[in-house]
């Protein structure tokens, strides 16, 4: 199986989307999958039906650590 396309729309993905602990009931939620291929679809739970951006392990490990590491804290003030 090739690379699946970036803004491929994510409810025609057949995998198992994951929300975080922190989500909620107000729909603020981004939730995550691993794709057969090994890349990582990302997707609003409030638009399923909209277009999925998809990443390769290399890009989710960066921003994941990034995250890790506070270099985004001052997103949330």
Do not use: H
């Not at 890349?39 to 960066?62: C, G, H, M, W």
């Amino acid at each position: 199986m090739g690379e699946i396309p970036n803004g491929i729309t994510a409810s025609s993905l057949a995998v198992a989307w994951r929300k975080g602990r922190r989500s909620n009931p107000d729909g603020n939620c981004v939730e995550v999958a691993v794709l057969p291929t090994g890349q990582y679809a990302v997707r609003n739970s409030r638009f399923p039906d909209d277009p999925a951006l998809i990443y390769t392990k290399a890009e989710i490990t960066a921003f994941v650590l990034g995250a890790k590491d506070g270099e985004f804290d001052d997103l949330i003030a």
